[in-house]
């Protein structure tokens, strides 16, 4: 009898602990996600030992009654069931404990496996066998259970299978580290638990002690793993909800089903009655569009919410943002939308954010800047890429790090302690540039961080290291959590960034400082024209209503003539004679010798209003000169800017110039004919 009360309280103490996962059973996960595969094969491996108890509690009872011929059937039934499941326990671990320490699928998870399963249908084979020839037990003339010494043998085997389990697991625990080492030691031990009670089990049978090693391992699981995980998930959960007080909504599905759940949304938007919950991603997104977005942004939105369009956008990118116009209460408001895979091969994450009000603020900021800054850049640089994230209790500064293996949610626990400040305050003077050290103590002090943060959402400062005798840039961002009872605080490395601003600004200074002039001319060179080129490429680029110009091109005529003729000082002085012809044409407008005998003048302003008489001018004085046989003879061709047309700057500076050389034709047969 108190073989079976061992075995009752084992069972009521698992489903007590582990009802979470048992009641999840299901034979299939659905689903490729890793977690969910470890939660499933977990709940497998809790079924098999809890109906492993139910039969240890009916063979208990009904031993005791074993004279009874009428129960012999049922009794020899419950022990070889009692075997079936030892071996489906040991199963079921194996899957477990491959799934949730191989995650990556190495060939010694598959043969770990693979050699799990050759075991457990040897052991069907031989309870088979075991009818005839008695290989594990028998029942005598009494009906009084036997063991023999085949047994001994089979589960030696098990045994040492068991130890080579717990060795793999232990490898495995002793290549990580912090928290994550502390779970996989623990999965060890608990193999090997089970494999020693398993063992002495079959030395005493009529001693529960594989139901009190199955008991005891569980237990520790339990503690050192899943409470664990737990533990971590409601961590990340809170500081997931922080990071994701500024959007409107967030949605994860499925990219190729298109299953999809809304995990936040703001009540304000209500308005736009969007599904919270749906089977067709796609289908509901382009119901919502049309609905919702303002009338003309409706085609340029659909273009984003298809399939291949969404697979194409993410290919070989972190995340992909764009923009668009939603009505709101009868209002039309920016919204920014950036979607990115979600780690697992199979979903996407998209977010949603109004953006209206960070334009109006943007706009009233810098005029001159409204359309030359798009918000799905303020998006990118605000994707923080943080080292690492702290997660610290602000009563006691306890605390515990993350290191980031992925900005939307992939945390790994690293290191915890109970001095966050303190710790800090230790180790400035060894990793800090001594120039920030004040400063950086100043930002880490406690209550002026709790100050600073009652006042603004978040509290930034940007600051040095010393890492190996090199200097580098650091940024460190404190919040506080939804509930104001932890900060988080994230350290990013913006070495990058500000080398980038620093190379930014010496390109800009080198440039200011290279010879602008021509020197024989004194007109601007072809430096400052392609620097002029692309100041103008790049306002066209970006949307804004650039000012209307034309491009004048120009070639002196018969320099190359003059110069094997009557030398170069005389050639030199007909280069100058054309720069200044066209300087005096163009009196308001920049004009660049980009070549020997090359000219560029870039019409604007008053000179653009009149440049079809400048352009008159600088041709009857270019005749005039001709029929003379002195000054300056120069072939020109002017093409303006068409904004409806013209991409590039260069497609501009193509027209002028074939009309340049059409020009140059005429006046070398007028020069024949004369």
């Known amino acids: 009898m108190y073989y079976s009360v061992i075995a009752a309280l084992a069972l009521i103490v698992n489903l007590i602990l582990n009802w979470e996962y048992i009641k999840a059973f299901r034979f299939k996960a659905g689903t490729k996600d890793q977690v969910e595969q470890i939660k499933l094969r977990y709940s497998h491996f809790l079924a098999s030992i809890s109906d492993f108890y139910i039969i240890e509690i009916l063979w208990g009872l009904l031993y005791d009654y074993h004279d009874v011929a009428s129960l012999f059937p049922v009794i020899y039934s419950i022990t070889i069931f009692y075997f079936i499941f030892i071996l489906l326990t040991m199963l079921n671990w194996t899957r477990y404990?491959?799934?949730?320490?191989?995650?990556?699928?190495?060939?010694?998870?598959?043969?770990?496996?693979?050699?799990?399963?050759?075991?457990?249908?040897?052991?069907?084979?031989?309870?088979?066998?075991?009818?005839?020839?008695?290989?594990?037990?028998?029942?005598?003339e009494n009906h009084r259970y036997v063991a023999t010494h085949g047994r001994y043998l089979i589960f030696t085997i098990v045994l040492i299978y068991y130890v080579i389990?717990?060795?793999?697991?232990?490898?495995?625990?002793?290549?990580?580290?912090?928290?994550?080492?502390?779970?996989?030691?623990?999965?060890?031990?608990?193999?090997?638990i089970f494999g020693v009670s398993m063992f002495f089990q079959i030395l005493a049978s009529f001693f529960p002690l594989y139901i009190m090693g199955l008991m005891v391992g569980t237990?520790?699981?339990?503690?050192?793993?899943?409470?664990?995980?737990?533990?971590?998930?409601?961590?990340?959960?809170?500081?997931?909800?922080?990071?994701?007080?500024?959007?409107?909504?967030?949605?994860?599905?499925?990219?190729?089903?298109?299953?999809?759940?809304?995990?936040?949304?703001?009540?304000?938007?209500?308005?736009?009655?969007?599904?919270?919950?749906?089977?067709?991603?796609?289908?509901?997104?382009?119901?919502?569009?049309?609905?919702?977005?303002?009338?003309?942004?409706?085609?340029?939105?659909?273009?984003?919410?298809?399939?291949?369009?969404?697979?194409?956008?993410?290919?070989?990118?972190?995340?992909?943002?764009?923009?668009?116009?939603?009505?709101?209460?009868?209002?039309?408001?920016?919204?920014?939308?950036?979607?990115?895979?979600?780690?697992?091969?199979?979903?996407?994450?998209?977010?949603?954010?109004?953006?209206?009000?960070?334009?109006?603020?943007?706009?009233?900021?810098?005029?001159?800047?409204?359309?030359?800054?798009?918000?799905?850049?303020?998006?990118?640089?605000?994707?923080?890429?943080?080292?690492?994230?702290?997660?610290?209790?602000?009563?006691?500064?306890?605390?515990?790090?993350?290191?980031?293996?992925?900005?939307?949610?992939?945390?790994?626990?690293?290191?915890?302690?109970?001095?966050?400040?303190?710790e800090c305050y230790t180790n400035i003077p060894l990793i800090i540039h001594e120039q920030d050290r004040d400063m950086v103590k100043e930002f880490l002090d406690k209550d002026k961080m709790i100050?600073?943060?009652?006042?603004?959402?978040?509290?930034?400062?940007?600051?040095?290291?010393?890492?190996?005798?090199?200097?580098?840039?650091?940024?460190?961002?404190?919040?506080?959590?939804?509930?104001?009872?932890?900060?988080?605080?994230?350290?990013?490395?913006?070495?990058?960034?500000?080398?980038?601003?620093?190379?930014?600004?010496?390109?800009?200074?080198?440039?200011?400082?290279?010879?602008?002039?021509?020197?024989?001319t004194g007109v601007k060179n072809k430096n400052a024209y392609k620097e002029l080129e692309e100041s103008v490429q790049y306002n066209m680029d970006h949307g804004m209503d650039y000012l209307p110009y034309a491009i004048v091109v120009c070639d002196a005529n018969n320099l190359k003539k003059i110069n094997d003729t009557l030398g170069h000082v005389t050639g030199d002085e007909y280069i100058k004679a054309s720069a200044m012809l066209l300087c005096v044409v163009f009196a308001h407008s920049p004009v660049f010798r980009v070549g020997g005998d090359e000219f560029v003048a870039f019409v604007r302003g008053s000179d653009y209003a009149n440049r079809n008489e400048l352009l008159e001018k600088l041709r009857s004085q270019v005749l005039e000169n001709q029929k003379k046989g002195e000054g300056a003879v120069i072939a020109s061709g002017m093409a303006e800017y068409d904004p409806d047309k013209d991409k590039l700057v260069s497609e501009v500076f193509e027209r002028a110039d074939k009309q340049m050389y059409e020009n140059k034709q005429k006046l070398k047969e007028m020069e024949s004919s004369g």
């Not at 389990?165 to 090997?192: D, N, W």
């Not at 200097?471 to 919040?479: D, F, G, L, N, S």
């Not at 509930?483 to 190379?503: A, L, S, Y």
């Open 97 to 140: 404990i491959v799934a949730y320490l191989d995650r990556d699928g190495s060939i010694r998870g598959k043969v770990l496996l693979y050699s799990t399963w050759v075991m457990f249908i040897l052991g069907l084979i031989s309870l088979l066998l075991n009818r005839f020839y008695h290989l594990l037990f028998y029942f005598d």
């Open 165 to 192: 389990i717990s060795v793999y697991e232990l490898f495995i625990a002793f290549r990580t580290s912090g928290r994550k080492r502390i779970r996989y030691m623990a999965v060890a031990i608990s193999s090997l």
């Open 219 to 422: 237990c520790v699981v339990h503690s050192y793993v899943e409470a664990g995980h737990k533990k971590e998930k409601k961590i990340q959960d809170n500081i997931a909800s922080v990071m994701a007080q500024d959007y409107e909504a967030i949605y994860y599905f499925d990219i190729e089903t298109g299953e999809y759940m809304e995990f936040a949304r703001n009540p304000k938007y209500d308005s736009i009655d969007r599904s919270y919950v749906g089977k067709d991603f796609y289908h509901d997104a382009i119901v919502n569009i049309k609905h919702s977005v303002y009338p003309e942004d409706k085609e340029y939105a659909e273009n984003f919410f298809t399939k291949e369009a969404i697979s194409e956008n993410i290919k070989d990118r972190r995340s992909f943002s764009f923009k668009f116009r939603v009505v709101v209460a009868d209002t039309p408001r920016f919204f920014l939308f950036t979607y990115m895979p979600a780690g697992d091969g199979s979903h996407i994450i998209l977010y949603e954010k109004d953006i209206e009000d960070e334009l109006r603020a943007e706009k009233e900021i810098s005029e001159t800047q409204k359309k030359t800054v798009t918000f799905s850049q303020i998006a990118e640089s605000l994707a923080s890429n943080y080292d690492a994230i702290y997660y610290v209790v602000i009563e006691n500064s306890n605390y515990v790090s993350f290191e980031i293996n992925n900005i939307f949610g992939q945390l790994q626990v690293g290191q915890s302690g109970d001095d966050f400040f303190g």
């Open 451 to 520: 100050t600073a943060l009652e006042t603004y959402k978040s509290y930034t400062l940007n600051y040095r290291i010393v890492v190996a005798g090199v200097v580098k840039y650091t940024r460190m961002i404190a919040r506080k959590s939804s509930d104001g009872t932890h900060f988080i605080i994230g350290v990013e490395n913006i070495d990058e960034e500000v080398k980038k601003e620093q190379e930014h600004f010496m390109a800009l200074k080198t440039e200011k400082e290279l010879a602008r002039r021509d020197e024989l």
